[in-house]
């Protein structure tokens, strides 16, 4: 009851809140036994904004990994060695994060 009551007239935020927290927030009120209405909650998730707000394209990925401009993008042999470009890239900061953490 006390969880209803902190949630009714809020709303909530979040980020990959629709795909998450939202249903395991109303999984658990279920499961306490709490019919809390969520129809009336106005409800943002900034994972979807910045989905759609940021290119998420090759062209971008390029940018990001590479600290490059994509030149000829769309071009087949232009597209297939960017892709490996931002995939060495990728292994190089993430193999580097995951051994810092400890992991194998």
């Known amino acids: 009851r006390e969880v209803e009551e902190f949630l009714e007239g809020a709303d909530l935020v979040g980020f990959n809140s629709v795909s998450f927290d939202l249903p395991l927030l109303q999984a658990e009120l279920k ?12 409800h943002l998730d900034a994972m979807r904004i ?6 998420r394209d090759l062209t971008a990925a390029y940018r990001f990994y590479c600290g490059q ?7 087949a042999l232009a597209d297939t060695e960017a892709t490996l470009e931002v995939l ?10 995951r051994h810092a953490l400890g992991a194998k």
């Open 31 to 42: 499961r306490a036994g709490s019919e809390f209405d969520f129809r009336g909650v106005r």
């Open 50 to 55: 910045f989905h759609r707000m940021e290119r």
């Open 69 to 75: 401009e994509l030149t000829g993008a769309h071009n």
């Open 88 to 97: 060495d890239a990728q292994i190089a900061r993430y193999t580097a994060s």
